[in-house]
């Protein structure tokens, strides 16, 4: 099949669909697409989240608006299903990957999940489909790795056998569909005319601009939009620091700020997370590897923001020796695993550094969290009988917290807050001693 007649069957929504990884980015994406009338198949290797998702259950716990629904409706219409098997995809036309693209201690990219899916899908390639890969990956990966892998599994050639395009996805949780509804995508293929047969998929679904591209661009927008984010994060985490140093507000500093044309200072606070921003810099960094590019500002900011767990942790300290109470044999309790508010995404948790060093410093700790199933419970019995609160995620449960009772839970009343979810005047209302990241000590 060549590409007009793909372009044709795309309009028509008669192509046959596949998405290969179903967590947060890859299993909207397969719901959103059942529901325009596309036939889909679903590949995960988690056999237990297959039938899971057949049985239309949601596996991805946390706020996400529509999407247990909208779920259960299409597979209750038949037009999504999921398997463990990649022999299934032998009819589908267009396969979408959407697996993990970490990087490794020493910031190079473990690709183990994307080789393993471009091997297993190369033998059963049908011929005339489109791939296109949707995770985030470094400048190059396209036509360094996944282009040669596709065409060694497959014995397949690019352009005369099967298609190839790149097109990032733009998700975070808590707003999957919406975003996948509502922002913009770039659609980078191998050729302009993969670009544009891209272009009739994502209209399907895809309520904003889509800009067609070739795969270096599209690899560059992608890591470089977070990289950005990760910058000016660290900018914003770097004035905290001072303004707890000079005796300065950061977020009414930040207030002002922004009050100036063309400003827009990013929140700091007690930690960066998640499964794109602690990454997509060393993958945007890895791209120049070999070429003699001096980069200076990408590792400085992800310096600064790993820091901010830390930092959290001096804050503790201080708050405990106010208090006349060391760290070492201190009960602490950590509101929040997660990485986001109102999420069960734990992957690169702030709180996860946070937690280690406070044992290693020899507190004892224990973790709430609301969402994240081996944390739940009640909030306020975490608490009971420890000398301080941590704040590390902003969960609307934590916002909607009682302050008496969380002062009457604790035995020494201390709550250092790393994201601003309370002001200090209504901590000092009740009673608690309260420490914040970018604020007068």
């Not at 489909?129 to 040669?148: F, Q, Y």
């Not at 099967?162 to 097109?167: A, K, Q, V």
């Not at 950590?334 to 948790?349: F, I, K």
Request: aromatic residues 4%; negative net charge.
């Amino acid at each position: 099949m060549n590409l007009g007649k793909l372009r044709q069957k795309l309009e028509r929504k008669e192509a046959r669909l596949a998405v290969i990884g179903l967590g947060y980015v890859g299993l909207p994406v397969a719901v959103l697409l059942a529901e325009t009338g596309f036939d889909v198949l679903g590949v995960e290797i988690r056999r237990e989240r297959v039938e899971k998702i057949n049985r239309g259950i949601c596996p991805i716990e946390g706020v996400e608006p529509g999407l247990a629904d909208l779920l259960a409706k299409v597979i209750a219409s038949h037009k999504l299903r999921a398997t463990a098997d990649y022999a299934d995809l032998k009819d589908r036309d267009v396969i979408l990957i959407d697996v993990e693209t970490p990087v490794d201690e020493q910031n190079v990219p473990r690709y183990e999940a994307l080789h393993a899916s471009l091997k297993s899908l190369g033998p059963v390639l049908k011929s005339g489909a489109l791939v296109i890969i949707e995770s985030t990956i470094a400048p190059g990966t396209m036509k360094d790795i996944v282009l040669p892998l596709l065409e060694q599994n497959s014995g397949k050639k690019l352009n005369a056998d099967f298609y190839l395009g790149n097109c990032p996805e733009r998700v975070m949780p808590g707003k999957l569909l919406k975003n996948l509804r509502t922002l913009s995508r770039v659609c980078g293929g191998m050729t302009p005319e993969t670009a544009e047969a891209m272009l009739a998929l994502y209209r399907h679904i895809v309520q904003a601009d889509l800009d067609p591209a070739d795969c270096i661009t599209a690899e560059l927008v992608k890591t470089a939009e977070n990289a950005y984010r990760d910058v000016q994060i660290a900018f914003a985490n770097e004035v905290a620091l001072i303004c707890e140093a000079v005796g300065g507000d950061v977020w009414k500093v930040r207030e002002l700020v922004n009050k100036s044309p063309g400003r827009q200072m990013h929140l700091p606070g007690a930690g960066v997370g998640g499964h794109c921003i602690p990454k997509d810099p060393w993958l945007l960094a890895y791209g120049v590897k070999d070429k003699n590019v001096t980069l200076r500002v990408i590792p400085a900011a992800r310096s600064v923001n790993d820091s901010m767990p830390l930092h959290m942790v001096e804050l503790l300290k201080d708050a405990l020796a106010g208090a006349g109470l060391e760290l070492k044999g201190s009960r602490i309790a950590v509101l929040g695993y997660a990485y986001l508010e109102d999420s069960d995404d734990t992957r690169n948790s702030p709180s996860e550094v946070l937690v280690r060093r406070l044992r290693e410093l020899g507190a004892e700790v224990v973790i709430h969290d609301p969402w994240v199933e081996e944390y739940h419970g009640e909030v306020m019995e975490r608490v009971r009988g420890c000398d301080a609160a941590v704040l590390m995620v902003a969960h609307t449960a934590y916002r909607t917290m009682d302050l008496n009772l969380l002062k009457a839970a604790l035995r020494t009343p201390l709550l250092v807050d790393g994201r601003r979810v309370f002001e200090a005047s209504r901590a000092w209302a009740v009673g608690l001693e309260y420490w914040g990241i970018g604020e007068a000590r």
